[in-house]
C-alpha cells in the first residue's frame, strides 16, 4: 500500500519569504502525485498535480513543485508568499493505471502560517 | 464549475443514534469517495463508489456503511454513533478510473459532533 509522509505539520513564513513543504511517499512502479489545498472553513481543492512529462509543475498561483523519483519526493515550494496562502496543504500519491487507481492516500497534512 | 455539495455543514447527534450524511455532485462524474478528516491524521478514506449501487471498502469502514442509489448521490451511514466518530466528513467525486487518476473534487465537508 501506497504512503505518504509530511514530515512538518505547521511551517510559520514571514510574508514575501520563500518556502517549502515537504512530502515524500513509498516507492512504487508507477505514481501520480497531488498537492491539494484547504482554506479556513473550506473542503479541498487541487494545487496542482504530476502524472507524467516534466517532472516540474506549476500551479497558477505561483506553486511549484518537482517529482523526484529517486528520492520519492514531491515538495512544494512557492518563492514569495502572502496572506493569502495561509491554508492546510495536503500531498496524495496513487497507485497508478487500473482499477483501484482512483483511490488517494493522503499525507497528515502541513499547516502554513504567514505572518505578516 | 464542478458543484459538490453536503447536506450539512455542522450535525450535533447523540451516541446510538443512526447518522445520514448526504453528498451530490453535479457533474456525473462515476467515482465518489467519504473522507474523515482528523487533526494530525489528515485525511482517510471510509468508502467510495466507482458506480450506482456499487461500493468499496476504503482504510477505515468499521461503524459505517454508504448508499448510492443514484449517480450523483452517495450517502454515508453511521448506523449506531459513537463519541469516536466526531470528525470532520468530506465527500468527494472525480471522473472514471481505469485510467491515471484524475482530480477529486471535494465538497465543503460536515463537521459531526456526537455527544
Known amino acids: 500500500a501506497q504512503s505518504v509522509t509530511q514530515l512538518d505539520s505547521q511551517v510559520p513564513v514571514f510574508e514575501e519569504a520563500p518556502v517549502e513543504l515537504r512530502c515524500n511517499y513509498s516507492s512504487s512502479v508507477s505514481v501520480y502525485l497531488f498537492w491539494y489545498v484547504q482554506y479556513p472553513n473550506q473542503g479541498l481543492q487541487l494545487l496542482l498535480k504530476?502524472?507524467?512529462?516534466?517532472?516540474l509543475v506549476e500551479s497558477i498561483n505561483g506553486f511549484e513543485a518537482e517529482f523526484n523519483k529517486s528520492q520519492t519526493s514531491f515538495h512544494l515550494r512557492k518563492p514569495s508568499v502572502h496572506i493569502s496562502d495561509t491554508a492546510e496543504y495536503f500531498c496524495?500519491?496513487?497507485?497508478?493505471?487500473?482499477?483501484?487507481?482512483?483511490?488517494?492516500?493522503f499525507g497528515t497534512g502541513t499547516r502554513l502560517t504567514i505572518i505578516p | 464549475d464542478v458543484k459538490v455539495t453536503q447536506s450539512s455543514r455542522y450535525l450535533v447527534k447523540r451516541t446510538g443514534e443512526k447518522v445520514f450524511l448526504e453528498c451530490v455532485q453535479d457533474m456525473d462524474h462515476e467515482n465518489m469517495f467519504w473522507y474523515r478528516q482528523d487533526p494530525g491524521l489528515g485525511l482517510r478514506l471510509i468508502y467510495f463508489?466507482?458506480?450506482?449501487?456499487?461500493?468499496e471498502k476504503g482504510d477505515i469502514p468499521e461503524g459505517y456503511s454508504v448508499s448510492r442509489e443514484k449517480k450523483e448521490r452517495f450517502s454515508l451511514i453511521l448506523e449506531s454513533a459513537s463519541t469516536n466518530q466526531t470528525s470532520m466528513y468530506l465527500c468527494?467525486?472525480?471522473?472514471?478510473?481505469?485510467?491515471?487518476?484524475?482530480?477529486?473534487?471535494f465538497g465543503p465537508g460536515t463537521r459531526l459532533t456526537v455527544l
Open positions: 504530476y502524472l507524467s512529462g516534466s517532472t
Open positions: 463508489s466507482y458506480d450506482v449501487k456499487m461500493k
Open positions: 468527494a467525486s472525480s471522473t472514471l478510473g481505469g485510467r491515471p487518476a484524475d482530480t477529486q473534487y
Open positions: 496524495a500519491v496513487s497507485d497508478g493505471e487500473g482499477f483501484g487507481n482512483e483511490k488517494l492516500t
